[in-house]
């Protein structure tokens, strides 16, 4: 596997070389535009609004729309004048206790692998930062792009994990949501016992994409010239909650008649590890999520 970034960990006067892999994998499968007739790939053209004419790669710039139909075009040289310098380093601000930071901010995973003859020098860096309890807030640029980063230990590895920065999440002010003064204690506490029999211990692998897999037997089964033979998931009917209780109720006594409501011993583990969870904070989650 051939890395995706070269560089080097940078914090203080420590500078560590590391290689950039992604920690995630897309299965999904990719599909094509076809012409319907003759099952020819469809091919895109780059074509003028004004002239309705076909524009070589050569003839296109690029524009920032600063008001609707008005644009400033921008010339390689502006693109340089503004580009930050490469320095091919994670730079590493602040180190911050996970906790503190709103989950909405992590993007995307990726492994850091220690460069060639780094390897004491990253499992010690990888070490201190587990010791600690907190993650380094970095700053990196790929792709001629600048991105703020969180690195922290998962296991023996590093982990950076792109971040948005704070005028990227939209403003919670902005939307309406319901309050909890409406809310009934009777209500809750039948929404806390729903809650509690659907608890279960973190399995990532028994979460898995059906869409896609049903996807595949189609693809495979036309392959073959075969119909396949699809699993039918009964959806819940769409309708008004007139009695938020009833509704309550019936989901409990349905999990009871499946075996699936915890007995008094396994209720008062399960809060217990509920509890531990809690305790463990932020970034337990992120981490297992990552895993």
Known sequence: MRPMWKGAIAFGLVNIPVELYSATRDHRPRFRLLHAKDESPVHYERVCQADGKPVAWEDLVKGYEYEKGQFVVLTKDDFKTAALEKTKTIDIIDFVDPKEIDERYFETPYYLQAGKGADRAYALIREAIRESGKIGI??????????LAAVEAIGDALVLTMMRFADELADLGDFTFPGAGEIRPAELRMARQLVESLSATWE????????????MRVIKGKLKGKTPRLKERELPKQAEVVDLMARLRASLEGRSQKGAGPSNTAGRARKAGAAKRSASGRATARKRRVA
């Open 204 to 215: 990532p692998g028994k979460y898995t994409d059906e869409y896609r897999d049903n996807l």
């Open 138 to 147: 970095a700053k990196i640029i790929l792709r001629d792009a600048q991105h």
